[in-house]
Nanobody, 124 residues
Framework: QVQLVESGGGLVQTGGSLRLSCAAS????????MNWFRQAPGKEREFVST????????DYADSVKGRFTISRDNAKNTVFLQMNTLKPEDTAVYYC?????????????????WGQGTQVTVSS
């Protein structure tokens, strides 16, 4: 299992940017698919972005495509989510998650390791 710790959340105005980081510990990070999910109050946890084990394939939810960028640094056991042009509807707790495997993944149920989450609040 991988232990995950997110950071970088905060309060930002509409149109602003934030960069989330997820630091991982454990031997399987470099062979894991890494995802970002988010959960807004009263809503289900939803997929945001996924990156494969080597970092050469990524995918995004339609709602963030073109605004968010996922990346990873396997040498530093860290995955990032650069969030630009933020909107109030991006307000949520953001979680990173890890799944041993090489392909992209989209379902929260497929991920066994989760961070504690970091709050992102976008004011209008």
């Amino acid at each position: 299992q991988v232990q995950l710790v997110e950071s970088g959340g905060g309060l930002v105005q509409t149109g602003g940017s934030l960069r989330l980081s997820c630091a991982a510990s454990g031997p399987t990070f470099s062979s894991s698919t890494m995802n970002w999910f988010r959960q807004a109050p009263g809503k289900e946890r939803e997929f945001v972005s996924t990156i494969n084990w080597r970092g050469d394939y990524t995918d995004y939810a339609d709602s963030v495509k073109g605004r968010f960028t996922i990346s990873r640094d396997n040498a530093k056991n860290t995955v990032f989510l650069q969030m630009n042009t933020l909107k109030p509807e991006d307000t949520a707790v953001y979680y990173c998650a890890a799944r041993v495997g090489r392909g992209l993944a989209y379902r929260a149920a497929d991920f066994g390791s989760w961070g504690q989450g970091t709050q992102v609040t976008v004011s209008s």
